[in-house]
């Protein structure tokens, strides 16, 4: 991790774990998958896509975009801690 990347990284985590998972995996990751595979995968008006698909596309999606926050979460507070443990070694 970078100086830039550090000390943006220090200001995220700052804000919460919960809130980078939500803004960060669900809204930026799982909701455009979901518009783009609902309306442009699959287009439901042309071939009758029905209600309890695009609900279940929206479930898998979210879920898939919570399954990525918390994957990004971990594997850059890892590299974070990582690196602050090797600046204490330094000093």
Known sequence: M??????????????????YIIFNGVLLYGVPMFIFSVFIINRPIE?????LNMAQSLG??????LVIGINTWF???RQF?????????ES
């Open 75 to 77: 594997n850059n507070e």
């Open 47 to 51: 071939e009758g896509y029905s209600i």
């Open 2 to 19: 970078q100086d830039k990347k550090y000390s943006a990284w220090a200001e995220t985590r700052a804000k919460g774990r919960n809130r």
């Open 81 to 89: 801690r990582k690196l602050v443990k090797s600046g204490e070694d």
């Open 60 to 65: 898998i999606w979210l879920f898939a975009g």
